[in-house]
């Protein structure tokens, strides 16, 4: 049965919702906080509550943001190709939602903003396999090249899914 392999990242978003966003130097009281998993924890989430096998090809940290990231993986059943942790903690998204329900992002990238090529090797795609790329990854000076690498050396076999996302426009790179 083919699989998802997702290369992007598992942030945690601390969520939180408010009227209106305050003016620069202001505040606003919001109405709800959470933390939750995000970025590329809802594809895979989404393909595994579908049937779809799913393993998470990227980093994930030692801090209390890895352990809640591993945590709803394995609520999931999203199984970590890389079982290593990084050296540092999992990054942080403040997510902002207002009442016209427009969502506003400031980011950290932690641990998932790297990636190496031996850890790519750590789980080998197989004919009809999905391999997930995100855009976000393409702006990780410590994860684009060896990604890039790998997915160009791919077998046709292998079903490439790219996601450019909202900063497909930022990098300094071609």
Same mark, same amino acid.
């Given at each position: ?10 942030? @945690?978003? *601390?969520?939180? %919702? ?6 620069? $130097?202001?505040? +606003?009281?919001?109405?709800? !906080? &959470? ?42 059943? @999203?199984? *970590?190709?890389? %079982? ?6 999992? $990054?942080?998204? +403040?997510?902002?939602?207002? !009442? &016209? ?58 079903? +490439? ?14």
């Amino acid at each position: 049965m083919p699989r998802l392999l997702h290369t992007g990242q598992v942030i @945690i978003d *601390l969520v939180m %919702a408010v009227d209106k966003l305050p003016q620069p $130097g202001g505040d +606003v009281l919001a109405q709800s !906080a &959470s933390f939750e998993a995000g970025g590329g924890f809802n594809v895979m989430a989404a393909a595994a509550r579908n049937g779809l096998p799913v393993v998470y090809l990227g980093r994930h940290g030692t801090g209390r943001f890895g352990d809640l990231a591993r945590e709803a993986m394995k609520t999931e059943g @999203i199984q *970590l190709g890389i %079982a290593h942790k990084a050296e540092r903690d999992t $990054g942080l998204c +403040v997510a902002v939602t207002d !009442a &016209s329900a427009e969502r506003s992002f400031i980011s950290y990238i932690g641990a998932e903003g790297e990636l190496t090529t031996e850890d790519l090797a750590s789980v080998p795609a197989e004919a009809g396999d999905y391999v997930y790329v995100s855009g976000y990854s393409l702006l990780h000076v410590g994860k684009a090249q060896a990604l890039l690498d790998w997915v160009l050396g791919l077998p046709k076999v292998i079903n +490439v899914v790219f996601d450019p996302g909202p900063l497909v426009d930022s990098p300094d790179a071609p």
